[in-house]
């Protein structure tokens, strides 16, 4: 059985903002479930968090808007 980490546990393990995990997610750069409805956290499995851990964060959204 596939453990889940939402967006609020993951950005806790990691020390970052919700928002940075999210945009993540809709990004692309970790694999998570898709939510049922707006609103509602991400599901991420915790092979992407452990993926996460290895390969590093990628860059937050506030980091690439910046000129």
Sequence with gaps: MTTYYMTKDVADIFGIQVSDVAYWCRAGHLKAMPRTSPGQPWRIP????ERL???GLPPSRRTLERP
């Design 46 to 49: 915790k092979s992407e968090v």
């Design 53 to 55: 851990a290895e390969e």
